[in-house]
Nanobody
């Protein structure tokens, strides 16, 4: 069993930055590949970024490539999402998720989810 708690969301102006954190608890939390997803009002949940259990492989949605960076610190059981050059269309609830499958964009392959953190980007 893995528990995930996101933090770091907030209100930011367009062009600004935020760093989200996802703290994982559970004996084997560092064995899981981790992903970030987001869901805007009235839209389906969409993939943002993923990282392998070691952090050696990363994977991004085209919409955030070059602006967002996913990383992890297994000593702290924490995954981060550094978000730069934020746009109003990045406004959403951001979720982290864990999977044993390997870094994947498919939300159905993730076994554990956090409660989400709101990111709002004003124009």
């Amino acid at each position: 069993q893995v528990q995930l708690v996101e933090s770091g969301g907030g209100l930011v102006q367009a062009g600004g930055s935020l760093r989200l954190s996802c703290a994982a608890s559970g004996r084997t939390a560092s064995s899981y590949a981790m992903g970030w997803f987001r869901q805007a009002p009235g839209k389906e949940r969409e993939f943002v970024a993923a990282t392998s259990w070691s952090g050696g492989s990363t994977y991004y949605a085209d919409s955030v490539k070059g602006r967002f960076t996913i990383s992890r610190d297994n000593a702290k059981n924490t995954v981060y999402l550094q978000m730069n050059i934020l746009k109003p269309e990045d406004t959403a609830v951001y979720y982290c998720a864990a999977t044993l499958v390997g870094s994947t964009a498919n939300p159905n392959r993730y076994d554990y989810w956090g409660q989400g953190t709101q990111v709002t980007v004003s124009s």
